[in-house]
């Protein structure tokens, strides 16, 4: 049936005659009837329907009454029917064609089709289900007759139209996929088809119904349009729908499956039954959709477009063959708040009533066995990593010096030794430990724990893989089936056994292999129970995913009873208290803050990365601390060696400490030669502070706007970051607060002649009043880059400027490089030296000790003199021998890895092709900075330059789900701050860049 054929004046006719409106109109498009978006003066949206008169009347009027009843039970989520000038909903029109039609009217919907929505999230298609679980809840208590009982698309039909059409289709991947889906619904679909409830459906619930709008701040809205495909079917039905087209978004199949069928039964639950349906229905929806197009296909062979259509299902079927049909049962049956596997009793339950034989020949105890923690907070977890040779060397001997025969590996670790990319999945990492690990010698004999039959074996013989592997088939006491494997043994097995071959318990059915035979792991058993193979052949997970940790845990329990082990307290691994948020906000000063709407407990750092207590690996783009990489193994190793020496005072001589001073000082111009060591960069300003004072007399200070300098009262006063920010009392009458050189959004522009020398000025006339004033001038602080205040960049001239006309009224000025210096800027090792002046008194922080509480001033030897009035300057930790050692050991690695280059060359390139994002993006209304300090800042009007938080924020964690740590700052929140490890490699840059690519042409972010 095609859409009626009418001109845009014909409509607006017919409009006028039946509605007494008249509008704008915008045709839209529609595969049976003609529609239009009706713009009415007012402003407010209408759309109109010309529908086909063939259309039964009947099935209209159900349309209308659904959509009603919709309406008044859920809202706006559908479109509300409007009446004609005489109050019917559906109304009798006539085309100057002679044909007749009907016309209706309804409110308009606002959003974008979901198809043309991105990202596509798993929270997005949980929205999505949820909303369809309430449609067919709300629409389940209607009384209707089917309006579209003969409809192709009706999941009645849906298996006979696939078995027909089966012949039609000639691409083997296409037709291999329909013989597999066919099968699986005689298996799964068919036998529940009788009992199942039944209902009115909205049946196509398609990705151009279902629209999308909002984003930015919390989550997207959704509605549903398009009525003219309901049918009375199961309602469960309903799910499988929506669940094939979320299967075809853009996110991996299974994590679109969890999140659309939890969606859903969140808001209507299904039956286990229903759950077990739902699986091979949508399999069928999408069976019944490639029969369609073979079909027009073959009636029309040029038309290209049609083949392309199919192309988002074959990459689905790409994703999924390699995995099983089979699975999707288990995943909705867990997805819809079931077990995923059908047992009468549970595997946990028969693990610990059967009695087996010991699969080591011998029980495992604490006296015959070591346990080996390997999870990512254990300080052993690293023993896994290297040469394989030097592993099973350091695990044989722990072994031996614990007078032990084996070590255990635990059961549900997270574990950071997976690194083939083949545990790459997703954006995430297998990282979950579903078995045990017994570690012994090559060649330590392996017994079968129960009678059974060899279903697998099977040389799984890639890097970091099983190896020789062999999976056996048992009947539990009550006769159901269940699974164990062996990996990494001895190829010997694979001679030996063939599938099929029956063992009883007892029998010896393999020995440990050796690396790299083994899959290259040091001598090992991987152990695993199974109670569903779900149509895994040579092999199944042993590591799952974070995200499906659960999911996984419930198809293979902890077997340690196969090995004879008693008490599951001995081997369960310690695992995080799931409690930390509570106890932190409850035994922690309330306004220590937390990153990240969902706050990140980080367990480990290595290089560019932060490491979390799932195992998911997160570059850190914020931290400037970590200035040559989290832990670098120099630094690291030159604390350790010295605090096992000496840590103690400066009130002794030590050449570490010395030799750290000269070189540091060597680091500045003259006459910047003497320096005070500290323990943060709070105290370094509050330190430069009395200097200032002490050296002029005099109490009062300029600071720059936004500025933030540290936690102390005194620099709390001279913060206005702090003191004009909330629970602040504003500046007091000693310090002077100077404009932001913002050249962007302040108010001397990029278009001003010299807007470094105009904003120098400013700080001059504050410097004036203060120096007129009660208090004098003590001085000037000004960071060399503005961080707090949004990664501002000094414009040219600023600090000339500003330094000349404060020293001219007898001022000092300070340069807090706490958060820029050490090369990280690129052109220069320091970032006052950006602007060509020498500063009086230097502070220096984060970067300086990597992470060790370590921070210095350096000032010149008249200050220091003016300083040094018979009052001692002690401090206990400031300058020890163990931060000197790390200081030297920071220096070191700068030099030797060329850092400060890396800095100028990424930094460069990263501003480069960021601009080139902000031309495509309007919302990036500017990105700037030097070497790797660098900001991005977003507004919500590139004309007005209106700041928006939400957009930066919005990026932030879009980036996080992406795996990049980004934070925002500046007074409006709208700037996010990009401070990586110097150490960030090219390739992570690169992948940031393409991430922040897609996620800049997101929809939340467009502006209107
Ligand atoms: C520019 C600047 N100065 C000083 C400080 C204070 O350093 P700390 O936190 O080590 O006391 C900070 C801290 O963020 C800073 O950003």
Redesign the pocket.
Known sequence: MTPPQLTEAEALELLAQHYGLTGQLVALPGERDRNFQLCLASGEKNTFKVVNAEVPLESLKTEIRAMQHLNSELGSLVPNPLADQVGRFISEGSLQNGSACWLRLQSWQPGIPLAEFRPHTTELFHSVGHLMGRVATSLSTLTVPDPHPELPWHPNQASQIVEEGLSLVTDPLLKNFLEQALRLYDRYGRPLERDLPRSLIQNDANDYNVLVHGGLEGPPELSLIDFGDMVVSWTCAEAAVTLAYTLLGQIAPWKALQATLGGFSQARPLSLQEAEFVWPMALMRLGVSIVMAAKQIQEQPENEYLLISQQPIRELLQRLNALSLEEGIARSRFACGHSPIHRKVSLETILEKQMFFPVMGQALTPDNTLLLPLGIESPTSDWLSGDVEEQSARIQQAIESAQKIFALGLYDEIRLCYTAPEFQQDLESRTVHLGLDVFGLAGTPIFAPLDGTFVTVHDNAQEQDYGPTLMLQHEDLNGEKFFTLYGHLDPECLELWQPGDFVQAGTRIARIGASPRNGNWPPHLHLQVIGHRMGWETDFPGVALPSEQSFWKQLSPNPYRLLGIQEQSWVEPEGLPQDLLARRLHIMGRNLSLSYKEPLTILRGEGVYLIDSLGRRFVDCVNNVAHVGHCHPRVVEAQRKQSSLLNTNTRYLHPELVRYAERLCGLFPDPLNVCFLV???????ELALRLAQAHTQAQGMVVVDV??????KS?IDLSPYKHNGPGGKGAPDWVRTTPMPDTYRGVYREHHPDPGSAYGEKVIEHAESLAKSETGLAGFIC?SIL??GGQIVLPENYLQTAYAGVRRLGGLCIA?????GFGRVGKTFWGFELQGVVPDIV?L??PIGNGH?L?AVITTAEIAEAFANGMEYFNTFGGNPVSAAVGNAVLDVIEEENLQKHALTLGNYLLERWKGMSKQCPALGQVRGEGLFLGMEFVADPAQRTPCAARATYVVERMKAQGFLLSTDGPDHNVIKFKPPLVLPESEAERLCSNLEQILQEVPLQLA
């Open positions: 323990c943060t960069g709070s105290e370094a300003n500025g933030y300098h540290g936690h102390t620099l960071e961080s707090c807090d490089e706490v958060q820029v502070t922080g984060k509480p921070a």
